[in-house]
C-alpha cells in the first residue's frame, strides 16, 4: 500500500479512537485544546510529502524539544554529556525524583524531565540567548523560518514549574546543574511552548533518517553514527515509561510530548509526525500511538 | 548517685569519645566549629541547674529549632495540622524526598526537613514577621531575652539550601506549601541558626517536663495531653532516622540538630541538654548520645 | 478513677466503635471470628486482675508471639542479636521486602515478619523442639500451663506463607538465615498460632512492669536494663507502621497482632492487654487502640 | 568489510580486552571457567557460516535461555501472556524484588528473572516434562539434536536458587504462579544449564532474521509479527539493565547470559552469537558486548 492510502486508511480508522484518553490539564493552555483533533505526516527523503486530517494546525511540542534540544547539546558536548546524565530507560515516570535520589542527581536519560533539565543547563552554558536555540535548529530543519514559542504557554508552564524547580535544585544539590535554577526553568519553558505542525516536525526528522545530515540545506547536523545512536536512545527512552510497550507494539524510534504530538522515524527512508490531544496512562497521545502501530503493520516497515 | 555527681562522672568518662565522629561540614560555619568541646545542663522542675563543661558555650542549635517551631504550628493550628504533616518515623534519612514522591507531598513527621518546612510555611501564614516567632518562643521559654540568631549562619545556610528548596518545590506541586518557596526557606534558614548554649535550652524543655506550661512564668505553652504527645513524637521521630536506636539506648524523648545539639526531657522532673560538635552516621551528635545513655544507666532514670 | 470504674467506662464506650474495621481474612480461621467482641484486661504488680467484656475468651495471639520469641533470643544471644536485626522503625509495611533488599537482608526490626523470623530462626539453632519453647515461655510468664497453639491455624498459616517464604529466602540468599526455610517457617507458623485470652496475656506482660523478673515465680527473664530496652524498642516499632501515631495517641509500649489483640505495660504498674477482631488499615486492633487510648487518657498513665 | 575480515579484525582487536570483567562466581561451574575465552560467529540467513575463536567451545547459556522460553510460551498463550508479565525495561537489576512489590507480583518483563519464572510456570503448566521443551526448541533451531543441559551446572543452580525462590514464593503470594515452587524452579535451572556454541546459538536466532521460519526446517516458529516484537523486546529488555547503553552502542536486538553469550539479529540477514566469560558490571560480557559494537560499527549494520 502506497503512502497516501496507508494515511487515508488510518484516518479512517482512527476515528473512533478520538474520543479516547484525556487531555493534559495541567496548564490552562493544553487543557483548552479541542480534543477530537488528528492530524500525520510523512516527509520521505525524495521530498514527497505526505498528509491527513489536522497535519497543518500548530500543537504545542512540548516533550519533543527535549529531542532537539539534545541534538544540540550533542553537538557542544559530545561524549561528555554522558558524564552528566545516563541513557538507560528510567522505569520511573519521567517526572520522577525518586531514581535521583539513589544516583546521586544524575537523571537517566536525556529525555526524562531531569535529564532535559540538565540539556538545557548546558544549553544556556553555552549560549548567550539560550531560549533561541532551539527555535533556531528547528527553524533549519524544518524550512520555516516563523517557527517560535507561545508566549502565553510559555508563561504557563513556568507558572506550574514547581515539580522541574524541586528536580533542577535537587540536581543543583548534587552539582549537576551550573546556571541558576530560575535561568534554566526560564528556558526549558520556553523550549516546551514552541508550536509547531505535523508535516514541519516531520520535515525536521529528515536528519535522523538521512543519517545526520538535514536534506534541506546539506547541513551535517550529527555524525552518522551519532545520529543512528540517537536513534537507539528514542527508541529505549523516547516515550515515557511506556518506551518498552511502544517498541513492542510499533517499532519505530520515537518522541512524544503531553501536547499530544508523536515524532518518530525510518531509517534511510521518511521522518514521521503523528498528533491527537488525548493521552494514554502513560502521557502518549493515545490515537498516536494506535496511528504509527497501524503504519507500521501496514506498511510492514519498522526497524525489526 | 546525685546530678553533680552524675555530670561530672560524664564528663570525665566521655573524653575519649570526643575524638570520633565527624564535624557537620555543608556550611563553612559549623565545619569550622572547634571539635572538641562537650557540655551538658541538667534543669531540674524545682528550679536547680547543674552543668559540665561548655554548658555556657553558644552553638547552632539546628534541627532543634524545629521541636519549637512545632509547638507554635502546634498553638496555632491544633490538630488541623496532621493533615499536612504525618507523626510516623521515615525510615529514610532526613532529607530524602522519596517518601513525599509515594506519599504526594505530605512528610512522615515535622522532625524531618520536609516537615519542617510545612510547619514553617504554617508559621509564615500566621505570623507578619515570622522569622522572630521562634526565637520569641525561645526567649519566654528559656528567659534569655538575648537569643537570636547568627546572621552568618542564616545566610550561609540559605546559600546551601537547594536540597531543601527541592523539597519545598516538590510539596508546592502537592499543594502542600502555602507561601512563596524563597519565604519559607528564609524562614526556615533563620530558625536553624539560633544560637544558644546548653543550660539555655535545658530551662527551654522545662514546659514539656511540666504538662506543658513554662515554669519560669506559669504560661500554658501547650495542654498537658499534646505535651505527652510532644514528647511521644521526638521519641519516635526526634533523631533522624536513629530514633529507634536511640529510644532502645537513652529511653528519652530527644530531638537533636547538626550543630551538635541534643535536648531531652524527662516527665515531671527535668530538661536536659547535652552538646558536642562531632556526629555519628546518622547525624546525631557521638558524644552527645553516649552522655545521655550513661546519664540514663547511672541515675536509673528513663521513661521506661 | 480507679480501674474497674475506666475499664467499665471504656467497654460502655467502645461499642459503636465493635462495626468499624476489618477481621484479617488472610486464613479462613481469622476470616470466621465473630467480629463484633471486646475484651480488656489490666494485671497490676500487686497481683489484682482487673477485666471486661470478652477478657477469657482465647484469640490468636498472632505477631504479639514476636514479643516473646524475641524474649528468648535475647536470653540466648544477648547482644549479638543486633548484627542480624536493627532495631528501627520500618517506615514500610510489615511484610514488604523493599528495605530487606536495599538493606542486604537485615531486617529493620524483630517485630516485622522478616525480623521475626530470623529470631524465630535463631530459636531453631538453640533448640531441639523449637516449636515449644515461646508456648513455654508463655505458660511460665501467665501461669497458666494449658498454653498452646491451635493446630488449625498453625496448619492454615503454613499454606498462606508464601509472603514469609519469600523473606526468607531472600534473607538465606544473603546469608541471614541459618536453618532450612521450610523448619523456620514452620516454628513461625506455630508460634502466630498460639492462642490465649487478655488475662493471661496481660499477666504475661509482668515481666516488663517488673524490670525483668516475672513476678509470679521470682525468675529473672531478662535483666532490669533489657527489659527496658524491649519496652522502647516495643514503642517504637511495636504496632507495624502506625508505631508513630500510636506512641502519640496512646503513649505506652505495645505490640499488636492481626489477631486483634495487643499487649501493653505500663513500667512499675501493670500489664494490660485489649482484644477485639476488627483492624484498622495499619493491622491493629481498631477499637483496641481506641480503649488504650482511652484508658491512659482516663488514668492520666502514660510514660510520657 | 566482508564478514570474515570484520571477524577477523574484531577477534585481534578484542584481544586486551579478554582481561577485564569479572567471571559469574555465584555457582563454582561458572567460577572455574577459563575467563581468557572468545568465540564469535555469524550465520547469514544463505547459510553461510562465519566464526571465529572459541565459536565451537560449548558454554552456559544462562539467561539466554529466557529467549527461546519466551519463544514457546508465546506459541502457547499468545496475547494472553502479556495480563501476567510486562514488556518494559526494568530500571532495576534483574534479581530485584522493589518493582514486584510496587506493581504486584507482575514483573516488568520476560528476561528480568521473575519475568522468566512467570514464563516458566507456563510452561510448567503446558508440558508434561517442561524440562525438556526448551532444549527440543533449540534442537530444531540449531539443527543440533545433541544440545542439552549439563547436569553439574542445573544441580548447583538450583543449590543456589534462593534469590529466586523468593521472587517465585512472592509472586505466588500475589496468585502469579500456578505451579508449586519448587517444581517451576526445577525446571528454570534446567533451562540455565544448557550448554551450546555460538554457531549453534547463531543458527538459533536465524528465524529472527527470516520473519518469524526457522529456515532449516521451514517451521514457522512465531507469525511475522510476533517475531519483530519480540526482536524489539530484546532490544528494550535483552540486556539487563543496561539495555539502553546497548542499544545505544551497538544497535542490535539482543540476548545476553552470566556465561558470557550474548545473541543478536539483523533483521533479513543473519543470527550472531559472541561468548568471552567476563562481565561487566551490569552482568553483560565484557568483551562481548564490545566485539558487538564494534561488528555494527565495522559493517555499518545496525537497524537505526
Not at 172 to 200: T, W
Request: net charge neutral; hydrophobic share 45%.
Amino acid at each position: 500500500m502506497d503512502y497516501p492510502s496507508v494515511l487515508e486508511h488510518i484516518h479512517a480508522a482512527i476515528q473512533p479512537e478520538l474520543e479516547r484518553g484525556q487531555v493534559a490539564t495541567y496548564i490552562p493552555e493544553l487543557a483548552g485544546v479541542p480534543p477530537r483533533q488528528f492530524g500525520m505526516a510523512v516527509v520521505t527523503l525524495a521530498g514527497e510529502v505526505h498528509a491527513v486530517g489536522d497535519a497543518c494546525v500548530p500543537f504545542s511540542i512540548q516533550s519533543i524539544s527535549k529531542l532537539f534540544a539534545l541534538v544540540l547539546a550533542l553537538q557542544a558536548e559530545g561524549d561528555a554529556l554522558w558524564e552528566r546524565v545516563g541513557r538507560e530507560p528510567s522505569g520511573t515516570p519521567f517526572n520522577s525524583l525518586v531514581q535521583l535520589e539513589a544516583e546521586c542527581g544524575r537523571p537517566r536519560n536525556p529525555f526524562i524531565n531531569a535529564g532535559a533539565l540538565v540539556v538545557t543547563d548546558i544549553l544556556c552554558s553555552r549560549h548567550a540567548v539560550p531560549e533561541h536555540v532551539v527555535t533556531g535548529l528547528l527553524r533549519r530543519l524544518s524550512g520555516n523560518p516563523e517557527v517560535t514559542w507561545n508566549p502565553r504557554v510559555a508563561r504557563s508552564e513556568r507558572m506550574h514549574a514547581d515539580r522541574n524547580a524541586a528536580m533542577a535544585h535537587f540536581m543543583k544539590s548534587f552539582g549537576n546543574l551550573r546556571n541558576p535554577v530560575d535561568k534554566v526553568l526560564d528556558v526549558y519553558c520556553h523550549q516546551c511552548a514552541i508550536e509547531m505542525h505535523c508535516v514541519d516536525l516531520a520535515r525536521s526528522m529528515l536528519f535522523l533518517a538521512n543519517r545526520g545530515v538535514n536534506p534541506l540545506n546539506g547541513e551535517r547536523v550529527l555524525t552518522a553514527s551519532l545520529s543512528k545512536r540517537l536513534s537507539a536512545l528514542m527508541l529505549t527512552c523516547g516515550t515515557y515509561d511506556a518506551a518498552g510497550d511502544f517498541a513492542f507494539r510499533v517499532g519505530l524510534p520515537a518522541k512524544s510530548g503531553v501536547g499530544g504530538g508523536i515524532v518518530a522515524v525510518i531509517p534511510d527512508t521518511c521522518g514521521i509526525c503523528v498528533w491527537s490531544p488525548r493521552l494514554d496512562e502513560a502521557g502518549n497521545s493515545h490515537a498516536g500511538s494506535l496511528a504509527l502501530e497501524m503504519f507500521t503493520t501496514l506498511t510492514g516497515r519498522s526497524i525489526f
